[in-house]
């Protein structure tokens, strides 16, 4: 199903070609473009294919100032932040009390997404991803938003985690957790997620973690870890 872009004449659906058996964004859908209750609903409504491998991609929206925050998850107040009248002491305190309310709907939405996902049975031998293009200054330097791409920590550090059946020597599955350190860039999605499933040796090809996106930019004196991207 093809659906326009509100931004332009070109097909969001094209984009990804022929490859993609289902499409759909916020503006397949009544309401504003922006709902992530509407990926829920999509996701809800979702019927999994029987016996091939299946790819989801969900973009969610909640943390972004795009974003629709509902009543429910509006826990900081002020957190109105599309007046421009607002000073710079108010406007602050405004867009990181929203920011913190998109976090708290994000992590609820994800939530939901699990739930889903295995009242579907698609966790039973699936690897989830959660991670992020961008992160968000709120206030940093004098700056707020990501609008203007500089090396901070705000924009730069944001979370990765892999959820998946890690395999034992013996074929069986381990639950357990761990936590890596190591600076990592988004171009190391391929290489982290195949060599999760097994499918591929950790670091096997150009883009592993250790010589990704090399820094041409000194990072500021409050960086406490490498940057590679």
């Known amino acids: 199903r093809c659906s326009r872009d509100w931004s332009s004449d070109v097909c969001s659906s094209d984009l990804y070609g022929d490859a993609v058996d ?3 964004d916020g503006s397949t859908s009544e309401g504003y473009l922006n709902d992530d209750f509407k990926v829920l609903e999509g996701l809800r409504n979702y019927r999994p294919q029987e016996g091939v491998p299946q790819f989801l991609f969900l973009h969610l929206m909640s943390a ?6 509902h009543a429910e998850y509006r826990r900081w107040s002020p957190s109105e932040v599309g007046v421009r009248s607002l000073s710079t002491e108010q406007l602050v305190p405004a867009y990181v009390n929203n920011y913190h309310n998109g976090i708290l709907q994000a992590d609820a939405v994800i939530e939901r997404i699990f ?3 295995r009242d579907k049975g698609l966790l039973k031998d ?3 991803v959660v991670t992020a293009d961008h992160g968000e200054l709120l206030g940093e330097e004098g700056r707020i938003g990501h609008a203007r791409p500089v ?3 705000g924009l730069v550090r944001v979370p ?4 998946g059946p890690r395999r034992t020597e013996g074929g069986g599955q381990r639950t357990d957790a761990r936590t890596d350190d190591r600076a990592v860039s988004l171009l190391d999605l391929e290489d982290l997620t195949l060599a999760t499933a097994g499918l591929r040796e950790p670091g096997a090809t150009p883009t592993a973690a250790t010589i990704s996106m090399p820094s041409v930019v000194r990072l500021p004196d409050q960086c ?3 940057w590679r991207g």
């Open 22 to 24: 289902e499409y759909q």
């Open 64 to 69: 972004h100032p795009l974003g629709l925050r």
């Open 115 to 117: 739930g889903l996902l």
């Open 126 to 128: 699936a690897i989830v």
């Open 151 to 153: 090396p901070l920590e």
């Open 160 to 163: 990765l985690l892999i959820s």
């Open 224 to 226: 406490d870890r490498v």
